[in-house]
């Protein structure tokens, strides 16, 4: 995997597809607890499909190096991370496509500069003060103290457990246990990546993603939100209530699907990937 120095740390990211692409590239965002392996299924799919995406492991608990103590890992700090990696790499109208706790990311992400991000798309994520939404409240208040997060992600060491309604299970029909394994391990193997974990937890407040939803109607762009119907943290009306705060929203929803679309669904996401990065841009 390619590295890139930027402010917070080193940051690892996977490339995919043709760098002689006509289409502007997709940049994924990630949730809380997971990597860019989540969005493997629909890169290819991408990439079959002559179009270029970077897909970055941010500083989410999964990822591989630690960032810098001093690092700030609130949303907002993560939010000036990705629009760093954005610059650094010169990516310009890009499809900027966000899952989960990434989904708010990227209404942090537009709220403070939306100049290279040309559309939008959202799958199910947090939105006004669902941050994090109700199954994961107590998950989120543990990971606040790094010795009780040092615990969790030893208990998830266990396959059922991890796999269960506890773990990832509520967040996909079709979720490998290799692939939540690989998130857990670099929290299970290198302490400060639990203490970035505990950084980020600490630091969300639902207040402050309620104030980004006032102003996302600012947003110039396109925006698709494609949602799990079949999603028991991210409800179908909040999806739609989100769909109403921007200037041009689209919603379409995914049967069969639960908060991780690209598992369940990668075809139809992929799908509106490729519809929305080939509309024009003012």
């Not at 502007?24 to 989540?38: I, R």
């Not at 537009?110 to 006004?128: H, Q």
């Amino acid at each position: 995997m390619p590295t890139i120095e930027l402010s917070l740390g080193t940051l690892h990211y996977r490339v995919t597809g043709p760098e002689d692409s006509t289409t502007p590239p997709v940049v994924f965002v990630h949730g809380f607890l997971t990597d860019a392996t989540l969005w493997s299924r629909v890169t290819a799919r991408l990439a079959e499909r002559g179009i270029r995406s970077y897909a970055p492991d941010w500083p989410l608990g999964s990822h591989r190096t630690p960032m810098a103590p001093d690092a700030d890992l609130s949303p907002r700090g993560v939010a000036r991370m990705i629009l760093e990696f954005l610059e650094a790499l010169d990516l310009n109208e890009v499809t900027l496509v966000g899952n989960d706790t990434g989904g708010a990311l990227c209404q942090f992400v537009i709220d403070a500069d939306a100049k290279r991000i040309g559309r939008l798309v959202l799958t199910n994520c947090d939105a006004f003060d669902v941050f994090p939404p109700a199954p994961f409240k107590q998950l989120f208040a543990l990971l606040r103290s790094e010795w009780r997060a040092k615990l969790l992600a030893g208990q998830m060491r266990f396959t059922p457990l991890r796999q269960s309604p506890l773990g990832f299970g509520l967040l996909a029909h079709d979720l490998p246990a290799d692939l939540t394994r690989g998130w857990i391990e670099p929290a299970l193997n290198d302490g400060q990546i639990l203490r970035d974990v505990s950084r980020f937890a600490r630091s969300v407040r639902p207040s402050e993603l309620l104030d980004v939803s006032t102003r996302l109607d600012r947003y110039p762009g396109p925006v698709t939100l494609a949602w799990g119907a079949d999603d028991r943290a991210f409800s179908t009306e909040l999806g739609r209530r989100l769909q109403r705060q921007f200037r041009d929203a689209r919603f379409v929803s995914v049967p069969k699907s639960r908060t991780l679309v690209s598992l369940d669904a990668p075809e139809a996401l992929t799908d509106e990937i490729v519809a929305i990065a080939d509309r024009a841009v003012a």
